[in-house]
């Protein structure tokens, strides 16, 4: 679908929701006290798999839904500001962040800054023309080779943050694409409990 039809689709579609929108008067602090942290891929829908309405949770968005220090930011401004008491992180099953390595993203960086596709050896390669740059090399792009222990990782590394409450519960999920099934990771649940 050309980006023009796009830009189309979401402008009508805003003037539909836009048309009769009943939220206007939510209150800033998300309703359950929750904030979740998990990847921007669109085949997850948090308020689907978690059943969520607006203005029940803060939900922080980025590629491989990892700990970053981004995410580390929103979730302190939630829990300080805005009545957050407990964290839950789901990864998930078939995360492109699972299928490269930084050394991998490095180095198509390196040669394009445009697009890039999987080969037939399940390798990546440039499709692209656009010149290259090292500002990527600098970069931390959290890739990992499971998603289980990822979410351990990113669990463990919230519980040891110095700006999180030790009395914060944050609990680790591994969300299964191909089913919808959301899992339990026993070790991130026992990392993650409140102290």
Not at 27 to 44: I, S
């Amino acid at each position: 679908m050309p980006m023009r039809d796009n830009l189309s689709y979401f402008r009508a579609a805003n003037d539909v929701y836009a048309s009769d929108f009943p939220h206007g008067d939510l209150p800033q602090p998300p309703r359950r006290r929750a904030a979740v942290l998990t990847c921007m891929d669109a085949r997850m829908d948090p308020d689907q798999i978690l059943g969520l309405k607006i203005g029940d949770c803060h939900v922080i968005r980025n590629a491989g839904g990892r700990a970053s220090d981004d995410a580390v930011r929103s979730l302190v401004i939630s829990m300080k500001f805005l009545g957050v008491r407990e964290i839950y992180v789901i990864h998930h099953t078939n995360c492109g962040m699972g299928a490269l390595t930084d050394d991998d993203l490095r180095a198509l960086l390196r040669k394009s800054i445009g697009p890039a596709e999987r080969d037939a050896a399940g390798g990546w390669r440039n499709t692209s023309e656009l010149p290259g740059s090292t500002a990527g090399d600098g970069i931390n792009w959290l890739t990992f080779e499971n998603e289980r222990r990822s979410a351990i990782e990113d669990v463990t590394k919230l519980r040891e943050h110095p700006l999180i409450p030790k009395t914060t519960p944050i609990y680790g999920f591994v969300y299964h694409v191909e089913t919808g099934g959301l899992e339990d990771i026993p070790e991130a649940m026992e990392i993650g409990a409140p102290r």
